[in-house]
């Protein structure tokens, strides 16, 4: 009884298919599935096709907008002017008159010094400008020193064969005007005379740049649209590369110069000036 038992057990078995029993290959679980399984684990198992190999390698970053480029910012004046007059009171030739070396620069009602300002914004353009690849040179270190001179500061530029170059003051007019306005150069018969055209292209990507990033207006006071064209100043005439001035705004108006002391808002002129060299040298 037992053994027949068993026989008839075993032939139940078998019953279920033959590799029950040792015959054909087992069936797999992706086959049992039915042809959609199969057919995916068919795809999985063939070698990734060579843009399928490219695309999981990575491909190379985009170059940085301004990769090659290089930047000089001059920051005006400096923090230690004002103790060495017989430094700064020095006069240097600009070639159309005889001007002091520099100068202390203004300062808001209560004592926020243009010199301090244009140190902070300065510094700020420099981090920004870096991270969109430029090479970037300020013609001073620090804002406890004295100078440079104006004749140098444009040629730190010239020495750099800067691409662009800006001079970042802010101005000390009668507290009625308000607003900013972009100095540019003209021809004087000397080294600036062949990079005015572009200098002029520069002013005016940078008067786009930061009336649109900042709202600040138009000059109320000097120049016609936030345009100044002038010959007097060393730091243009001397200049053999694109400069200009931007006077950001007037420390002795109310309105501008509590934007100016603002750090969210010399944030906004940093990033609008970065943008509008971006857009000149792009």
């Avoid at 999981?56 to 004046?77: C, Y």
């Avoid at 600009?94 to 070396?101: A, R, Y």
């Avoid at 138009?218 to 200049?239: C, H, I, M, P, V």
């Amino acid at each position: 009884m037992t053994s027949r038992a068993l026989a008839v057990t075993f032939l139940a078995l078998c019953g279920l298919g033959a590799s029950a029993c040792g015959g054909a290959a087992s069936t797999s679980a992706a086959e049992a599935a039915g042809p959609r399984t199969a057919d995916m684990r068919s795809v999985a198992a063939q070698p990734a096709s060579s843009s399928a190999r490219a695309a999981t390698a990575g491909t190379p970053s985009p170059a940085k907008p301004l990769a090659g480029k290089v930047i000089v910012i001059d920051p005006g004046h400096n923090g230690g002017n004002y103790r060495h007059p017989e430094v700064v009171n020095k006069k240097v030739n600009v070639l159309t008159e005889w001007k002091p070396c520099d100068t202390t620069g203004t300062a808001t009602n209560d004592g926020y010094s243009e010199a301090a300002f244009t140190w902070d914004v300065a510094n700020r353009m420099v981090k920004l400008l870096k991270a969109k690849g430029a090479t970037v040179e300020l013609t001073r270190d620090s804002n406890t020193g004295v100078g440079p001179c104006i004749t140098q500061r444009a040629a730190i530029g010239n020495k750099a064969h800067a691409n662009a170059a800006v001079s970042i003051h802010a101005d000390g007019a009668p507290a009625s005007g308000r607003g900013f306005h972009i100095i540019m150069p003209k021809k004087i018969n000397g080294p600036v005379d062949p990079v005015v055209g572009r200098s002029k292209k520069l002013g005016l990507a940078l008067r786009e740049a930061y009336k649109s990033g900042t709202g600040m207006p138009y000059s109320t006071y000097l120049g016609k649209d936030a345009l100044d064209f002038r010959s007097d100043l060393g730091g243009l005439n001397l200049s053999t590369v694109p400069k200009v001035f931007i006077e950001t705004g007037n420390m002795r108006n109310p309105t501008d110069a509590a934007k100016l002391k603002d750090p969210a808002f010399r944030q906004r002129i940093a990033a609008s000036l970065a943008e509008g060299l971006q857009k000149y040298l792009g």
